[in-house]
């Protein structure tokens, strides 16, 4: 955003009410959320982006907004792009890309805000199924069940990260999932990957409240989130 940009975002809001910003990839990039409790919010997903660009951007894309709060989601494709064999080592990274993007939030003033990253569906088209099965002939995950099970362990990481380190976490996976940690096929476009809208609608019912109630807190930049029911 320029600064022509900034300028009309305070004529419609107020020079003293912050916005926040949303910094990840695609899931991110198609949520249409644009503003909450009277704060803007600017939308900073890029399709592809991979945590080591959404630090390589931080200073324009979130610092020079002036936000009260950044919302940080998306690390899916650091798994999904990892050559094979190196995904245990992505997965590092994505964990200390993490942890510089809380310091650096914090060290400018805005509260960072974790999410759980979303599964996969299970295989549904006739083709997936039977790279499934030959996959389960020899011996080996689908490839759906294989980045399923490095995002949820990222997820175990974020939801821990959080925990130590008193920052905001929207516990997203649980809302579109079902039993087996899998994405549930009704918030799943074809692709298997991408969130329907049924999706999106969920992701707000839950969403909207917590940082409603998180940005009309005393305090909100140490203030929780709160967590689902049960989650």
Known sequence: MTGLGLQAMDSTHGADVRPIVLLGASYLAAWQLTEIAGHPVVNRGVPGDQTP???????RDVVDLRPCAVVIWGVDNDVIRAPRGHTAEACWCVERNLESLIRLARAHDIAPI??????????????????ALVGRMQGRQSYQSRINSHVLRLNAFVRDL???TGTGLLDLHPL??????????????????????????VIDAYVIPRLTAWLASADH???????????
């Open 53 to 59: 660009a959404y630090l390589e951007r931080f200073q």
């Open 114 to 131: 974790l999410v759980t990253d979303l599964t996969l569906r299970p295989p549904s088209r006739w083709y997936e199924w039977l790279a």
């Open 176 to 201: 579109v999932s079902a039993r087996n940690g899998m994405r549930a096929r009704r918030y799943a476009k074809r692709d298997g990957s991408h969130l329907t809208d049924a999706g999106y609608r």
């Open 162 to 164: 959080a925990a130590r």
């Open 221 to 231: 930049a140490g203030a929780p989130i709160a967590r689902a029911a049960g989650g």
